[in-house]
């Protein structure tokens, strides 16, 4: 069989293989947050970096979902794409028919995660002062060793990184769920597939 093959290249043929994948950021963004979700659980060495990184990954994948859907289910989508992410959001639900209510989730850890992407995207540097009495230098002494946090800095926790991502895996289901079956294809995970043909020469 090997030589038969063989000699279908000699006289010319080519074996032509194509690949097709429908293919979306929101699924290698949501892939990054489980990782830094997890290696954030799994040590406290680096574990401040791999929750923020949880959380922006979140924000970025939400709206790259948006987008994937909203590309298959509303003509003419590229009219939104550089609209407020919210606005995006709130195209959708309506389009969709799904309830929403800013104050239920997974609602409110959407607007609460689309928040904090633009605070952080659109930080601007300030100077950190405290100033704290202590009743004793054991006390203080703990205290000196603790760098001033900004805000941004203490929303980064590991709760908030588990939230995050669960908010916007949650978004992503109740989504599919109310658009057609055919259309939820490479939603849920990153698929591909391949097929050969030959050619023969002439």
Not at 154 to 172: D, H, Q
């Amino acid at each position: 069989m090997d030589d038969a093959r063989s000699a279908l290249f000699d006289n010319g043929a080519r074996l032509v293989v194509t690949k097709k994948r429908e293919f979306s950021a929101h699924n290698f963004l949501i892939s990054s947050a489980f990782f830094n979700v997890r290696e954030a659980e799994a040590s406290a060495v680096g574990s401040f970096h791999h929750q923020l990184a949880a959380i922006v990954l979140s924000g970025l994948a939400l709206e790259a979902l948006c987008n994937a859907i909203g590309d298959r289910v509303i003509e003419r989508w590229k009219d939104f794409e550089t609209g407020n992410p919210i606005a995006k959001l709130r195209v959708l639900v309506q389009s969709l028919g799904v309830d929403y209510d800013a104050e239920v989730e997974p609602w409110s850890s959407a607007v609460w995660l689309y928040s904090y992407r633009n605070k952080i995207a659109h930080a601007k540097p300030c100077m950190l002062e405290s100033e704290i009495a202590f009743a004793s230098h054991e006390a203080a002494d703990a205290h000196v060793k603790e760098m001033p946090m900004s805000d941004l800095e203490r929303f980064i926790t590991l709760g908030n990184a588990k939230r995050a991502l669960s908010g916007v895996e949650r978004v992503r289901d109740l989504f599919c769920g109310h658009i057609e079956f055919s259309k939820t294809f490479g939603l849920h995970s990153d698929g591909w597939s391949y097929s050969t043909k030959l050619e023969q020469s002439t």
